[in-house]
């Protein structure tokens, strides 16, 4: 790495605004984030690990085939993952819908079969059976 000359820009570690350092007095203090506010050590590009605009060379490590495939395969696995969780919600979602409606049609037949259908039939035969008995007035019910 080359010679550090100032100006030299640093940046925030958290909201990743530049912040100028003008003079070497600087290096080794506290200065505050003009834009979150946070506290941040004043360091020279050397002992932060990272090289600060205006200072030496950036270089990026180049990635060979395999490393780019291993990092696809990688993705795509995980994309797949995601992809069968998501499944496996849609699917426990929809036999719960399923349970809730069929709950509901069987609710709804029963209350047809045994309360409307079954309450006319009942009252029929209970009507048959007292047909030619007197009731307490002495009346005698008939049916048609």
């Known amino acids: 790495m080359s010679e550090l000359t100032f100006p030299y820009t640093l940046h925030c570690p958290k909201c990743k605004a530049k912040l100028k350092i003008t003079k070497p007095e600087m290096v080794g203090t506290r200065m505050t984030c003009p834009a979150c506010k946070k506290k941040i050590d004043v360091v020279t590009p050397d002992e932060d690990g990272h090289v600060a605009y205006g200072v030496g060379e950036v270089r990026v490590p180049k990635q ?10 990688k993705l795509e696995e995980i994309q797949e993952q995601e992809r069968k969780a998501k499944r496996k919600a849609n699917t426990k979602w929809t036999i ?11 609710t709804a037949w029963g209350f047809y079969e045994f309360v409307l259908k079954g309450y006319s039939e009942r009252a029929a035969q209970k009507a048959k059976d007292r047909e030619n008995e007197p009731d307490l007035f002495g009346k005698v019910f008939k049916t048609d």
Request: proline letters at 0%; charged letters at 35%; glycine letters at 10%.
């Open 64 to 73: 060979t085939a395999e490393a780019k495939e291993e990092e696809l395969e």
């Open 96 to 106: 719960e819908l399923i349970v809730i409606l069929a709950m509901m049609g069987g």
